[in-house]
Structures are given as structure tokens and as C-alpha cells.
């Protein structure tokens, strides 16, 4: 899990502008996507940033991971970039029994391959069990607040990756890097593991942590 964040750890303004780190930082994304089998988002992230999600910025691409898309009900944009690349590169998108059969199909004619996993919501747990059975091994994610929390609270998140930039936006709806129900106590937190710690320009810090299996 890779995210960006800034010093009042939000990873986004109150008004949806997610563009916090620097091109140095940016290129250390792309670089990590380019060693990943494929690229998880939520929904959500598709609808406020209509992102690529290829590799680009690096020297070290060796081809564009394939794409996966967790949509309970099958909202991603006709017209987004993703579908409109999705011949050309492999899209996942995981849906619900809730999503529309038509809207199911409208989305496999424009490329995308469709898995339904989960009644009213994807359910994770089947998500990364097809995953794995499809033949992936490293998945990096780079969610909104409410994926990095059902992800990191189902206890599969191998290393957390976040950098810090030195800059502090505010705002009470603001989203930070996890959101979710959250847990009544300090002691019921998701314990982790600090790896590594460096500096980038502009100040920000990179921050590698692993989860501590002892503690989960």
C-alpha cells in the first residue's frame, strides 16, 4: 500500500485535490508500479482523479500493470481513462450482486473484464483470493481512505509505504489516509512494524513500515 499524505495526514483537501508530492516522489510511485503485477484502487479514486494508472514516470518500466477497480455497483465512468484504455490494458473490475446486469456488459463490451465477488459490497477477502488464483503476487494499492482501511483492517497489507509532505491543509471532511469505522481503542489498533525511514526534496520524509504479524 503506497500513499501520499501530508503533515496533518490528509490525502486530500477538502476540495478533492489529491496532488501532494513532488516529481521526485511521483517517480518513486511509478518505479514501484512498474515491479507490481497490478494496481488496486476504489471507486472512489476513479471518480475524483480519473487517473491512468500506467508507468510513466521512470526509467525502469518494464510494461503497465494490469488494472484493479473495486466498484460495488458498477459506477466507473464510460468515459473515464481507464475504460477507454482497457483494450489495451488488462481491467479488472470487481462488482457486487448489486451491480446492474446491463451495466455489467456495457463495461465488458468497452474491455474490461467484470468479476462479481460480494452481495451488496465486493467482498475483499474473495477479491484477493481471485487475484491470487488469476496468477498475481504483488498487488500495490494505492486507495482512498476507505479501502486502505478495510484492507489494512482484514490484515493483508504486506508493507504500508507513505510519504510525508511538509505542508498542512486542514479541513474537518478532509480525507485522511484511513477512514473507515476505526477501532474504540488505542490497544485494538492495527499494530505496525517501522522499516525504513528517508528523506526526499522539499523536505518530505518516506516512511516504510511492515505489519507486525505478532500483534494481529
Given at each position: 500500500m503506497s500513499a501520499a499524505m501530508t503533515l496533518d495526514g490528509k490525502i486530500a483537501t477538502v476540495s478533492g485535490k489529491s496532488k501532494i508530492s513532488s516529481k521526485d516522489d511521483l517517480s518513486r510511485v511509478h518505479k514501484l508500479r512498474s515491479n507490481s503485477d497490478a494496481i488496486m484502487v476504489g471507486i472512489s479514486t476513479v471518480l475524483i482523479d480519473n487517473p491512468l494508472l500506467t508507468v510513466r514516470l521512470t526509467k525502469y518500466k518494464?510494461?503497465?500493470?494490469?488494472?484493479?477497480?473495486?466498484?460495488?455497483?458498477?459506477?466507473?465512468p464510460l468515459h473515464s481513462k481507464i475504460l477507454k484504455t482497457a483494450f489495451r490494458i488488462e481491467t479488472i473490475i470487481f462488482v457486487s450482486e448489486s451491480a446492474q446486469k446491463q451495466r455489467i456488459q456495457s463495461l465488458k463490451d468497452r474491455g474490461a473484464k467484470v468479476i462479481v465477488a460480494g452481495r451488496k459490497n465486493v467482498d475483499l477477502r474473495k477479491t484477493l483470493f481471485c487475484l491470487e488464483n488469476m496468477g498475481f503476487k504483488h498487488v500495490l494499492?494505492?486507495?482512498?481512505?476507505?479501502?486502505?482501511?478495510?484492507?489494512?483492517?482484514?490484515?493483508?497489507?504486506?508493507?504500508?509505504?507513505?510519504?510525508?509532505?511538509?505542508?498542512i491543509v486542514g479541513g474537518r471532511t478532509s480525507t485522511t489516509l484511513v477512514e473507515g469505522c476505526g477501532y474504540g481503542s488505542i490497544s485494538d489498533g492495527i499494530k505496525m512494524e517501522l522499516n525504513k525511514v528517508y528523506r526526499q526534496n522539499?523536505?518530505?520524509?518516506v516512511v516504510v513500515y511492515s505489519l507486525n504479524r505478532f500483534d494481529t
Amino acid at each position: 500500500m503506497s500513499a501520499a499524505m501530508t503533515l496533518d495526514g490528509k490525502i486530500a483537501t477538502v476540495s478533492g485535490k489529491s496532488k501532494i508530492s513532488s516529481k521526485d516522489d511521483l517517480s518513486r510511485v511509478h518505479k514501484l508500479r512498474s515491479n507490481s503485477d497490478a494496481i488496486m484502487v476504489g471507486i472512489s479514486t476513479v471518480l475524483i482523479d480519473n487517473p491512468l494508472l500506467t508507468v510513466r514516470l521512470t526509467k525502469y518500466k518494464r510494461k503497465d500493470p494490469s488494472r484493479v477497480i473495486i466498484d460495488s455497483y458498477g459506477r466507473i465512468p464510460l468515459h473515464s481513462k481507464i475504460l477507454k484504455t482497457a483494450f489495451r490494458i488488462e481491467t479488472i473490475i470487481f462488482v457486487s450482486e448489486s451491480a446492474q446486469k446491463q451495466r455489467i456488459q456495457s463495461l465488458k463490451d468497452r474491455g474490461a473484464k467484470v468479476i462479481v465477488a460480494g452481495r451488496k459490497n465486493v467482498d475483499l477477502r474473495k477479491t484477493l483470493f481471485c487475484l491470487e488464483n488469476m496468477g498475481f503476487k504483488h498487488v500495490l494499492v494505492e486507495g482512498g481512505g476507505e479501502l486502505n482501511w478495510s484492507l489494512l483492517n482484514l490484515g493483508v497489507v504486506d508493507q504500508l509505504i507513505v510519504t510525508i509532505a511538509p505542508i498542512i491543509v486542514g479541513g474537518r471532511t478532509s480525507t485522511t489516509l484511513v477512514e473507515g469505522c476505526g477501532y474504540g481503542s488505542i490497544s485494538d489498533g492495527i499494530k505496525m512494524e517501522l522499516n525504513k525511514v528517508y528523506r526526499q526534496n522539499r523536505g518530505e520524509l518516506v516512511v516504510v513500515y511492515s505489519l507486525n504479524r505478532f500483534d494481529t
